[in-house]
């Protein structure tokens, strides 16, 4: 019999205390991908915690020289020994990041919009083939689910996921979040669900309250935050915990980390909280530790 809440509509079971079972593989939905996958795969996500911190400075595709990336050879180096992913545009890679650093890639593969017009306009500028030339461990571009374009930023999606199939390159969908939707927990549940049953392999989503952990329970593949907006650092890693302790398996900050007042002690700060489940408190005397 199907239960229904007070207003009649049917309530949902998300069953958030069951984890989903990954047989043959430590990463949640990844357990039938093959080898090639797993590999790349099992490079952004440390195999012993299960979990990924990664490090977003592609800001500038779309935004130009952003605070605090202005001179990306000089603020992105120092924070990549803590770092365990980059997510960036080819441009910048090729252009200030040393091709000795071993750390895997997310490589952002959208064009075609700016802040001065619709962010949503967009069409895929980077090949997989492309991706793969430089090295890449996963292709990325976002999804406007609700958006003006939402299909064509699905159809730019579905491209990355069908051409990187064929080469064993991962897909990370981006649920991005205009300005009339809702951060909320029925939306992100939503959003996270439709690019993963798209294809995609892990997804960069929104923390939200109430009902975060509904929707990593009702995402099959990994959840990944983002870390959005600068705020102050507690509250930062605050955001960092709580996503992790409700089922996501990693973070993939920027702005709080390289906008942080010492942006080398912030990362290791939310290395802990990921890596450690250290709590906030604790991760915010060691970035005060660290400071010093």
């Known amino acids: 019999m199907v239960d229904r809440d007070k207003s009649g509509e049917t309530?949902?079971?998300?069953?958030?205390?069951?984890?989903?079972?990954?047989?043959?593989?430590?990463?949640?939905?990844s357990a039938h991908l093959n080898w090639g996958m797993k590999n790349r795969l099992s490079r952004i996500f440390n195999p012993k915690t299960g979990k990924a911190v990664m490090l977003a400075f592609d800001h500038g595709y779309i935004m130009g020289p952003t605070s605090g990336l202005e001179r990306?050879?000089?603020?992105?180096?120092?924070?990549?020994?803590?770092?365990?992913?980059?997510?960036?545009?080819?441009?910048?890679?090729?252009?200030?990041i040393q091709p000795e650093i071993d750390k895997p890639l997310v490589m952002r593969?959208?064009?075609?919009?700016?802040i001065l017009k619709d962010l949503s306009d967009e069409v895929i500028g980077v090949t997989v083939q492309d991706a793969i030339a430089m090295n890449a461990s996963a292709v990325t571009t976002q999804a406007y689910i609700g958006g003006e374009h939402e299909k064509e930023t699905l159809a730019n999606l579905a491209r990355?996921?069908?051409?990187?199939?064929?080469?064993?390159?991962?897909?990370?969908?981006?649920?991005a979040v205009g300005r009339e939707l809702v951060r909320d927990s029925r939306y992100l549940g939503l959003a996270s669900r439709v690019v993963a049953e798209l294809g995609v392999h892990?997804?960069?989503t929104y923390y939200c309250e109430p009902g975060f952990d509904e929707v990593v329970a009702g995402c099959p593949v990994p959840i990944v935050?983002?870390?959005?907006?600068?705020?102050?650092?507690?509250?930062?890693?605050?955001?960092?915990?709580?996503?992790i302790d409700q089922g996501a398996l990693g973070v993939d900050m920027g702005r709080n980390?390289?906008?942080?007042?010492?942006?080398?002690?912030?990362?290791?700060?939310?290395?802990?909280?990921?890596h450690d489940g250290e709590k906030p408190d604790k991760a915010y005397d060691l970035y005060?530790?660290?400071k010093k």
Do not use: H, W
Request: proline residues 7%; aromatic residues 8%; charged residues 15%.
């Open 257 to 274: 980390i390289f906008l942080a007042e010492d942006p080398v002690a912030m990362i290791q700060a939310v290395r802990t909280v990921v």
């Open 202 to 204: 892990f997804v960069k």
């Open 109 to 114: 593969c959208s064009t075609g919009a700016t």
């Open 225 to 243: 935050i983002a870390g959005g907006k600068k705020m102050p650092e507690l509250d930062a890693l605050t955001m960092a915990y709580k996503a």
């Open 11 to 29: 309530t949902k079971d998300f069953s958030v205390d069951v984890p989903m079972e990954t047989p043959g593989f430590f990463l949640k939905g």
């Open 288 to 290: 005060q530790t660290l």
């Open 160 to 175: 990355l996921i069908n051409e990187g199939n064929l080469y064993g390159m991962p897909t990370l969908g981006v649920t």
């Open 72 to 96: 990306i050879d000089l603020s992105i180096p120092p924070l990549l020994p803590y770092t365990d992913c980059l997510m960036c545009a080819r441009g910048t890679l090729r252009s200030c």
